[in-house]
């Protein structure tokens, strides 16, 4: 059964860009977690998606945004970027049923993707 | 506020030996805790996850255990071995709480031939 999959795995930008980063859940997957981990601040909650819904979000700005597609395929957009947005972005998916949280759900996460930002 | 604490920061201990690793979180009420193992680099591979009803898992060499009240989990590695090096990071969902993962700053073990 194949992994959590991401692309790309490297991406250098510039400050004011905007990146685009891809997620592929394990089949049968519905639940898609996004994770910022930087040096200083460790791993840290983005945003989680279920059935193409936003259903949690952690403390980042409104620069970070996100999607979930029908095939539970999901995105991250980071616009206007800064320096401080470099970092290893890793996405997480999970099994749940309709109408219950990530509580209690083994996640399982991809390889990452590490953004650069000059 | 919810946090989650690893210590030590870093660990190297000989082949073979036997090592626990430490995790400890603000609040009792947590739905379940989650270890992982990190390679340089790479993404967060799953090792054991706890059930709050649960108070251990095994799998294979590892063993892990949870105790609710006293706010603590250890991750245990029986016959360490070389290929064990790497970061462990420790992960609660506390109760209450968005369903998110909340994590320690991992342990970086290194195991020395």
């Known amino acids: 059964k194949a992994g959590v999959t991401q692309t790309p795995r490297y991406l250098i930008k510039t400050r004011g860009q905007q990146v685009t980063l891809s997620c592929s859940p394990i089949?049968?997957?519905?639940?898609v977690s996004w994770y910022q981990q930087t040096p200083g601040q460790g791993l840290q909650f983005l945003f989680e998606?279920?059935?193409?819904?936003?259903?949690n979000k952690g403390n980042f700005p409104g620069r970070f945004s996100g999607r979930q597609f029908s095939n539970s395929r999901s995105e991250m957009n980071v616009s206007t970027l800064e320096l401080g947005d470099s970092a290893l972005y890793l996405c997480a998916s999970a099994r749940l049923r309709q109408g219950k949280g990530l509580a209690g759900g083994e996640q399982f996460f991809g390889p990452g993707t590490r953004l650069t930002v000059l | 506020k919810q946090e989650v604490t690893q210590i030590p920061a870093a660990l190297s201990v000989p082949e073979g030996e036997n090592l626990v690793l430490n995790c400890s979180f603000t609040?009792?009420?947590?739905?379940?805790l989650q270890w992982f193992r990190q390679d340089p680099g790479k993404g967060l591979t799953s090792l054991l996850l706890i059930q709050s009803s649960q108070r251990e898992q095994t799998s294979g060499r590892l063993n892990a255990s949870l105790d609710k009240s006293s706010g603590r989990s250890t991750l245990y590695i029986a016959a360490s071995q070389p290929g064990d090096s790497a970061t462990y990071l420790c992960a609660v969902v506390y109760g209450g709480s968005q369903g998110n993962l909340i994590f320690g700053k991992g342990t970086k073990l290194s195991v020395k031939p």
């Open positions: 609040d009792s009420a947590i739905y379940n």
């Open positions: 998606y279920f059935s193409e819904t936003q259903r």
């Open positions: 089949s049968g997957h519905r639940s």
